[in-house]
């Protein structure tokens, strides 16, 4: 499989988003795109030896960041103390005749016009900061779909990553929801965003 690729800090959009993408590097011409909503009021932090860019403080008490990996992008959640928003909402738009499948309120499956995966979000979880990684408080996290939103005309379907209240009651923060995105190395990615 062939490494990811990826760029950011794209702030020049006037919608006040930051352009973050990734793409094969034996597939120079298909790239993914995400779209960081109404982030530019918050200056991103990057750290290129862990190829991360986070924006520290965008909502009350939570911080958003993306990670690129070998063949993955994390984008984590950060709860940084009580009084965060109860859940983080995300809109998908898909390049035509793509579908976007939701799983068991845990993951998402997106197929291109033949039906072949192309991509798939790894089940949200989350975990609080006690312990180590093999100890550490598990936090439950549901993925919900919700009424679509209008951007230039066009509707979009919108998801929700939904933490359980009673697991954040209990947590010791900082508390990180974890929605990664798998890119699948066996079918062309036409351009989307998310």
Same mark, same amino acid.
């Given at each position: 499989?062939?490494?990811?690729?990826?760029?950011?800090?794209?702030?020049?959009?006037?919608?006040?988003? #930051?352009?973050?993408?990734?793409?094969?590097?034996?597939?120079?011409?298909?790239?993914?795109?995400?779209?960081?909503?109404n982030?530019?009021?918050?200056?991103p932090?990057?750290?290129?030896?862990?190829r991360?860019? #986070?924006?520290?403080?965008?909502?009350?008490?939570?911080?958003? @960041?993306?990670q690129a =990996?070998?063949?993955? +992008?994390?984008?984590?959640?950060t709860?940084?103390?009580?009084?965060?928003?109860?859940?983080?909402?995300? @809109?998908? &738009?898909?390049?035509?005749?793509?579908?976007?499948?939701?799983?068991?309120?845990?993951?998402? +499956?997106?197929?291109?016009?033949? =039906?072949?995966? +192309?991509? &798939?979000? &790894?089940?949200?979880h989350?975990?609080?900061?006690? =312990?180590?990684?093999?100890?550490?408080?598990?936090?439950?996290?549901t993925?919900?779909? &919700?009424?679509?939103? !209008?951007?230039?005309?066009?509707?979009?379907?919108?998801?929700?990553?939904?933490?359980n209240?009673?697991?954040?009651?209990?947590? !010791?923060?900082?508390?990180?929801?974890?929605?990664t995105? !798998?890119?699948?190395? !066996?079918?062309?990615?036409?351009?989307?965003?998310?």
């Open positions: 499989d062939a490494p990811l690729q990826s760029y950011g800090f794209d702030t020049s959009d006037p919608l006040n988003t #930051t352009l973050v993408g990734a793409r094969l590097s034996d597939r120079p011409s298909s790239w993914l795109n995400w779209k960081a909503l982030v530019n009021a918050v200056a932090v990057g750290d290129f030896a862990t991360t860019i #986070t924006w520290p403080g965008l909502w009350a008490n939570a911080d958003l @960041s993306w =990996g070998a063949h993955k +992008v994390a984008k984590l959640v709860l940084a103390a009580p009084g965060h928003p109860d859940a983080f909402g995300f @809109s998908l &738009r898909l390049a035509p005749g793509h579908d976007a499948e939701l799983v068991g309120g845990s993951y998402l +499956v997106i197929r291109d016009p033949q =039906g072949n995966e +192309v991509m &798939r979000t &790894r089940p949200v989350g975990w609080d900061s006690s =312990g180590d990684a093999l100890t550490r408080r598990a936090i439950r996290v993925l919900e779909e &919700r009424a679509p939103v !209008t951007v230039r005309g066009r509707q979009l379907r919108t998801f929700w990553l939904v933490p209240v009673d697991d954040l009651a209990a947590a !010791t923060y900082p508390v990180t929801l974890d929605p995105t !798998t890119i699948s190395g !066996t079918t062309n990615i036409d351009d989307a965003s998310l």
